[in-house]
C-alpha cells in the first residue's frame, strides 16, 4: 500500500471512530503577498489545492523590481497533507530554495512505521517520527484548521533540516491591521522553534479560515521577512481540475 494510501485511509478511519466532527475543510484559494527578505523585495504567490486524500499547499517566493539583479535565485515549496478530525497530517514536502542556496528537500512522511524518508541535497536520511510533525508549510494550515476549532495548541513538532525540534506557539492578542488588501481584525499568533533564534508571527483572519494576512520572521530581535497581503481569491474545485 503506498504511503498516500496509507495516510487516506487513517484519516477516514479517525473521521468515522471520532464521536464529534471537527470542522476539517479548509477553503481552496489562491493568495498574493508582498515580500520583503532583508534588502530583498519580492512577491509571495501561495496557492491550496484540494486533492482525493486531502489538500496540497504551494508557496512561491521570487524577487521583483531592482531586487532581481541583486538575486535571481526563487523559493518553491509543494506540501501535501491529509486533514482529519485529530489535525493536519502531512504527506510529503519539496522545497527549492535558492534565494538563500538551501539544499533541495524532498520527504515522504509513512505514518505506518512513523518515519520520514527523502533526501536533502546529495544525503538521503531516515527520521523517526515520535509524534505528528509539520513542515514549514503545513504548520501554517495546521494553525489555521486548529484556531478553525477553538484555537491552536500550545506546542507543535516541526522538522528542520534533517531533525525534529519542537515549536511552542504563542497567542498574543487581537488588533486591526492594514494590508495592501484591506483592513482586517486579526489574532496574532507566535511560534518559536526551540534552539533556534528566529520567531515566526502570523496574524490571522477569522473570516478568510484564519488565513494569516501578514506573516512576519524576527530573527535575534530584528525583523528579516515580512509578507503582507495583496489579494486573496477563494478558488472551487470545479476550477482546479
Excluded at 175 to 189: D, N, S
Aim: charged share 20%; proline share 3%; with cysteine.
Amino acid at each position: 500500500m503506498t504511503t498516500t494510501r496509507t495516510i487516506a485511509l487513517i484519516a477516514i478511519s479517525m473521521a468515522f471512530s471520532s464521536q464529534v466532527f471537527a470542522r476539517d475543510l479548509l477553503t481552496p484559494h489562491r493568495a498574493e503577498y508582498k515580500v520583503k527578505i532583508s534588502i530583498v523585495s519580492g512577491k509571495l504567490s501561495t496557492e491550496l489545492r484540494r486533492t482525493e486524500n486531502g489538500y496540497v499547499a504551494r508557496h512561491i517566493v521570487r524577487p521583483v523590481g531592482i531586487s532581481r539583479l541583486l538575486t535571481r535565485g526563487i523559493m518553491d515549496v509543494t506540501s501535501e497533507f491529509a486533514s482529519g478530525p485529530d489535525g493536519i497530517v502531512p504527506i510529503s514536502y519539496k522545497a527549492i530554495n535558492t534565494i538563500g542556496k538551501h539544499p533541495d528537500v524532498d520527504l515522504h512522511f509513512d505514518w505506518s512505521t512513523h518515519e520520514a524518508t527523502g533526501t536533502i541535497g546529495d544525503q538521503e536520511i531516515v527520521l523517526q517520527l515520535d509524534e505528528l510533525a509539520h513542515d514549514s508549510v503545513s504548520i501554517q494550515y495546521a494553525l489555521m484548521r486548529d484556531l478553525m476549532n477553538g484555537g491552536a495548541g500550545s506546542r507543535y513538532a516541526l522538522f528542520d533540516v534533517d531533525n525534529i525540534r519542537t515549536a511552542n506557539v504563542t497567542m498574543i492578542g487581537n488588533r486591526q491591521v492594514t494590508t495592501y488588501a484591506g483592513k482586517f481584525q486579526a489574532i496574532g499568533i507566535q511560534h518559536h522553534k526551540e534552539g533556534s533564534s528566529r520567531t515566526t508571527t502570523l496574524w490571522c483572519v477569522e473570516e478568510l479560515d484564519y488565513l494569516p494576512v501578514i506573516i512576519e520572521q524576527h530573527r535575534k530581535g530584528k525583523l528579516k521577512f515580512r509578507a503582507t497581503l495583496l489579494k486573496y481569491i477563494p478558488t472551487d474545485q470545479a476550477s482546479q481540475e
